[in-house]
């Protein structure tokens, strides 16, 4: 969340960005509230001072008659301090509701607007595009036609939206994982894997809604945990309430994880298959930094991102998310979408997010400079390394071939042992 100080000092900025993020948050409430607060503040500090000084008093008294006044004054004190303490308690919930509404300020160089409709391309991967010489077909009907995917198979046990991976498919899977996690052992990240369950504070610190109408995330019933939408949760509540010493950062993880998404609202072509479903395995990369390395650390998972895609030989474009599409968090994202044949359209496979103190304040997550007095805040940075589903649908799109086989790319054979799924 943001600084208090820093919105009471900037409303108009704060406003804007609200409003370029495509969120409904009053602003303008918090304010009034802060400044009730403050004024209810004084009361009760002017009230405590006034029922120290009648205490002493009392034993000063002259007579019994003066004694039972100041004690009765004392009283209605009391009284009035429980008041002003219960209205005070009051006002801070609803303006912590509120705070916690606000979203991160955005970079001013994010594109302006309401969906993913304004995000900018701002460079392409290395390789070309296909130049098929037979009409391409979707992962869905390869999938069916080398007996890869079982969609009636995942919606019978689970419901529609769930799946089993078979075969080959298993393969690949599994290839993904190890090609991507190797790599960013190599990079400096230290492996995890994460629980696929946090506590609902953990989901709120990093800046996801476990409960509501808008909510894409499962909880579970009679507890205070929800499933995770992604490594991004556990990794990041990993630090909440702790500090780190300035000399150990930055930290960098790769947390493998299972990610389930109620995906409530989505339809259409464009969530056919593997694209949008409600449980997958992923690799993150997530990352706790002094303020002043954030940005190259963003730099530097979108780098990995680039060279885990370029090295899997598919062709990408990435784009500056526009504000109305940054979500609370971020304060500034770029999205990974590969090409995907059968929708003929670029289609998201990872994103990278640099989320400045923005996680770390709801977490309370610091560091603190040896030799000097007090904490401050962390930066907290995340990036998709692998999200398995997309990945699965770029790769099984992108190498299928005239024959209806597909070649598995040159970089996962050492892994799968195959280097082409036929039937």
């Not at 629980?195 to 476990?210: E, K, S, W």
């Amino acid at each position: 969340m943001l600084d208090r100080r820093f919105i009471l000092d900037n409303v108009d900025a704060v406003r804007t960005n609200c409003k370029n993020r495509n969120m409904k948050v009053d602003v303008d409430r918090f304010v009034e509230l802060e400044n009730i607060r403050r004024e209810k503040q004084k009361e009760l500090e002017g009230l405590n001072q006034e029922a120290n000084t009648v205490s002493k008093s009392i034993g000063k008294a002259a007579t019994p008659e003066e004694r039972e006044a100041k004690k009765e004054q004392g009283r209605l004190l009391r009284e009035r301090t429980g008041t002003v303490r219960s209205e005070m308690e009051a006002i801070e919930k609803e303006a912590e509701e509120i705070l916690r509404s606000i979203p991160n300020m955005a970079h001013p160089d994010a594109p302006i607007g309401d969906d993913d409709a304004s995000n900018a391309p701002v460079a392409y991967g290395k390789n070309p595009l296909p130049n098929f010489d037979f009409e391409p077909v979707d992962h869905v009907i390869l999938g069916e036609r080398l007996n890869l995917i079982d969609f009636d198979g995942g919606a019978r046990v689970a419901g529609a939206g769930f799946y089993f991976l078979r075969n080959e498919a298993v393969l690949l899977e599994l290839a993904l994982q190890l090609y991507a996690v190797n790599r960013l052992i190599k990079a400096g990240f230290k492996p995890l894997t994460t629980p696929d369950l946090a506590r609902n504070d953990i989901l709120q610190g990093t800046g996801y809604i476990p409960r509501g109408n808008e909510t894409q995330i499962y909880s579970i019933e009679n507890t205070d945990l929800s499933l995770v939408a992604t490594a991004e949760i556990t990794l990041g509540g990993l630090f909440a309430n702790q500090t780190i010493n300035a000399e150990d950062l930055p930290v960098k993880f790769c947390g493998i994880s299972h990610c389930f998404r109620t995906e409530a609202g989505a339809a259409g072509r464009a969530s056919r298959g593997l694209y949008r479903v409600h449980q997958f395995t992923k690799v993150e990369m997530f990352a706790f930094t002094l303020p002043e390395q954030s940005e190259g650390m963003h730099q530097e998972m979108l780098g990995m991102e680039r060279q885990l895609f370029d090295d899997l030989g598919l062709p990408y474009r990435v784009v500056d998310t526009a504000t109305g599409d940054l979500g609370g968090p971020a304060y500034r994202k770029y999205d990974l979408e590969a090409w995907m044949p059968g929708r003929n359209e670029y289609g998201e496979v990872t994103s990278t997010s640099n989320c400045t103190d923005y996680q770390a304040r709801r977490l309370n997550a610091r560091y603190r400079i040896k030799g000097e007095k007090g904490t401050s805040f962390l930066h907290t940075l995340n990036g998709t390394a692998i999200a398995i589903s997309r990945a699965l649908v770029a790769i099984m799109e992108m190498y299928q071939q005239k024959d209806g086989s597909i070649i598995v790319p040159e970089v996962l054979r050492p892994y799968t042992g195959i280097d082409r799924i036929a039937r």
